[in-house]
């Protein structure tokens, strides 16, 4: 049972565009919800987590929107640039201190 | 500088064979952990650990066995390689604090043919 969703699977937007990555949880009892990006050959690097304190995280042109009540993530990127093509995950932690992840948007941004 | 350090980079074994993946974090992280990366099934965990002498199950423990012998040293094990364990193996780790995300390894490639 997947217990963190991503969707889409991939993500095509041109340069300037607002791309949005959708997630969803079924635990809970998760407590900080880090997106990692994955660039193709090299391993996860964090880029910008939330806690369920908050419903709003941003930094720079990544922010991360939290409706606890329907246990619902989003992540927009907003101004898109080639640079931003990765593979994007959510992930969760529990109480238990186990990361657990989606299973992925790649995104493509085309100039 | 924050660092965990995987070894070997890629690995190449036979139906059956022993392979020993081996995983050294140098940034006093509590947490360590292995994952397993296949296309479509984005990362999933294998075993986890709290501490030196701790052991925890993941999600796809099946196959693989874990020890993690001091705080800086976590290995994955597989005692019967099977083809289906052919993947990109991540180690990470992480601290106690509660905003902590993990910090990954550059990966092992391993091939079981």
């Known amino acids: 049972q997947q217990q963190v969703r991503q969707s889409p699977q991939s993500l095509t937007v041109w340069e300037g565009e607002t791309a949005i990555l959708n997630c969803s949880y079924e635990d809970s009892t998760f407590d900080y919800f880090p997106w990692y990006w994955q660039f193709p050959r090299e391993s996860p690097a964090l880029l910008i987590a939330?806690?369920?304190?908050?419903n709003k995280k941003e930094d720079g042109r990544f922010t991360i929107f939290f409706n606890k009540r329907e246990k619902k993530l989003s992540l927009h990127i907003t101004d898109s640039q080639p640079g931003d093509s990765a593979t994007y995950f959510c992930a969760a932690i529990q109480g238990g201190r186990a990361l657990i992840f989606g299973t992925g948007t790649t995104v493509s941004v085309s100039p | 500088e924050a660092a965990v350090t995987q070894s070997p980079r890629n690995k190449v074994t036979v139906t059956g064979g022993n392979v020993t993946l081996s995983c050294r974090q140098t940034n006093s992280h509590n947490y360590m952990y292995w994952y397993r990366q296949d296309t479509g099934h984005g990362l999933r965990l294998i075993h986890y650990?709290?501490?030196?002498?701790?052991?925890q199950i993941g999600d796809v423990p099946d196959g693989y066995k874990a020890t993690r012998t001091t705080q800086e040293d976590f290995f994955l094990l597989l005692e019967l390689a099977s083809p289906s364990q052919t993947s990109l193996y991540f180690c990470?780790?992480?601290?106690?604090?509660?905003?902590?995300?993990?910090?990954f390894g550059e990966g092992t490639r391993l091939s079981v043919l």
């Open positions: 939330i806690r369920p304190v908050s």
């Open positions: 650990s709290y501490g030196a002498g701790n052991l």
């Open positions: 990470a780790s992480s601290g106690r604090e509660d905003n902590q995300a993990p910090l």
